[in-house]
């Protein structure tokens, strides 16, 4: 499909999505279905939980309510996108964490660099009584908080020179996500940060506006980011998760059962999301590296100079005696 039929089905579709349907979840062929938006393909662990989900509740609901989902970004961008689930237009969005960094702040905390230890730490918080807290700190932003999903660990990768060292980092024109939380983390790090769309990303890397990203290893694949910035640096900066939210004016249309049925769909989406991600990354580890792609780790000491540099950014964003609060028994969890 080229760029030009797609942005003209992307238009057709959110027309289509919006004209005459204040209220969302449509209704066809007798099935109420939800709509939900990803930015990322088809094939994409985090569309596949999704989908997996609506073939859950189209089973336990006999075809009465369904999920579609809106995957390779056709719908748009992730944060503009959370504008419309709040205002109930849009049912579902899968996002970054850091997508909600402006409209709920306890759940920045799990966007900090360098916070997690490792996967099987951030799992337990996610699974735990904080996990729940900050899906449940979202409903007053008309937020239905469902899933945490797996999103790896984040590291940069860059066009031409390796980062070794923190010096590495002194102006790198580099694409952030759009947060002012990254913004901020990159320009501790001495890099001269770009915040833009993820769909840009590519071209941008193409046509030099920016010489570096971040992102982690499925979706460097999947965008092929690799084909232009074959560097990829271990600097391991953020694990950020990915997280399923709905508009809780969508949610409350439900009734008390398929509000339970969406749950459940929701909690079993998680592991079924964990075993495709853990067999992705491996998978496109392998892939990535026989297309060439140069991995580097950093030495300890310099992970530890980025973990310094960074400190900041939790007295800017985290300073609350709630989100302090969070990050002690963040780091109390074993
Ligand atoms: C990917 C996330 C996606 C973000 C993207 C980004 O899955 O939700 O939009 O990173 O960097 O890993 O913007």
Redesign the pocket.
Known sequence: MTRGTRILIGMVTILALLAGNAGAIDTTDGMRTLRSAD??PDDYP?VQAVQFMNQQIQKTSGRKLGIRVFSSGLLGD?GPLLQLVQSGELDMNR??IQ?LDSIAPLSRVFSLPYLFRDTEHLHKVLDGPIGQEVLDSLASKGLIGLAYYD?GIRSIYTVKKPILKLEDMKDLNIRV?PSEMSLMVFDLLGARPVRLP?AQTARALNNDLVEAAE??LP?YSSTEHYKYAPIFSLTRHTMSP?VLVMSKISWDKLSQSEQVMLRKAARESVAVMRDMWQQREERVEATLKLAGVKFNELPKEQIARFTAAVQPVYARYASDPQQQNLIKRIRAIK
């Open positions: 930015v990322h985090t992730e996002v970054s997508a999103a996500q993820f992102n982690n979706s990915e």
